[in-house]
């Protein structure tokens, strides 16, 4: 991997796809935005979001007001459904609110998952909005599995229940909050392999070495959450602080640009702010003239930030 291709879009390893999908560098998170959540997704497909990230969770998200802010960014022209990549979640009855959820939470689990996947397609369709030469049927670019089920049997009965939706309503699976030997698990035992592995990126998992180093030799991509806000500690370091300085960005984009650094990463940015919006994308754009034009710099500014999270050398 060159020194900028890491800012590149990354390519979502799907052999039941016939066209490449890609991911960017940032995923917008729309957790816990609530009525903001429609006005949020807009701002961020005008400033340079093209993935959006929710979940058929009314406890967390707002998916309803997600597919409202996409509708109203294509129908001003400022985006098309073709060029967005948007992935939402199926979540277990453990993690909704009891009284308000998206299917019947006494009724089998594989009911509870279809009619999530419904409600979730539902809310995608952009016919009345889409421009004749884009694409009108509702579709997923990727759903996850919010968090393994119960019992591993219970996570491949509804792996393979997601699996019936690929690559038609669904164009990729994915799991998040999983660790590394129920990803193995679910790798080896799957038909249709996880496309994408959204995990917290923190101390306690050890920053997740394990599991990414399995995502990268398995071709799956990793989508690093609560990178900031978990990290502090990270975020004030000497290693960040000195590559903040040498671009002239804030420490929290110049953290964002090092954990991409660690490759075949995206993170999940779910600011509030337009202006740190716009700052993060910048900050990407800094950070890859600066890999392409002093290499030795950003190898040694990503070689002591893995050091600080105890990675290992390649």
Known sequence: MTTSAIFEKLILHAPHISSKQLIP??????????????????????????????????????????????????????????????????????????????????????????????????????????????????????????????????????????????????????????????????????????????????????????VRRFCQEKNIIYESFWTLSANPSLVWSAEVGSLANQIGVAPQSALYCLVLGLGDITILNGTKSLKHMQEDWDAVQKVKRFAESHPQQWENAVAGFRALIGQPRP
């Open 25 to 210: 560098a940032f995923i917008y998170g729309t957790a816990w935005k609530k009525e903001a959540t429609s006005d949020l997704v807009y701002q961020a497909l005008c400033n340079g979001f093209t993935a959006i990230d929710t979940a058929a969770q009314p406890k967390h998200y707002r998916e309803d007001l997600v597919a409202a802010g996409v509708s109203r960014a294509i129908k001003d022209g400022k985006v098309k459904r073709s060029d967005i990549y948007l992935q939402t979640k199926f979540t277990s009855v453990q993690g909704q609110d009891p009284d308000n959820m998206p299917y019947d939470k006494n009724s089998p689990v594989t009911n509870q998952l279809n009619a999530s996947v419904m409600s979730s397609l539902h809310n995608f369709n952009f016919a009345d909005v889409v421009k004749q030469d884009d694409l009108a049927e509702p579709y997923i670019d990727t759903l996850i599995l919010h968090s393994p089920m119960r019992s591993i049997d219970e996570t491949l009965e509804v792996w393979r229940t997601l699996e019936q939706y690929v690559p038609n309503e669904i164009r990729n699976l994915g799991i998040s909050n999983c660790n590394l030997f129920t990803l193995m698990d679910l790798y080896e035992r799957s038909n249709i392999k996880p496309s994408v592995v959204q995990n917290r990126f923190h101390a306690a998992t050890k920053f997740d070495i394990g």
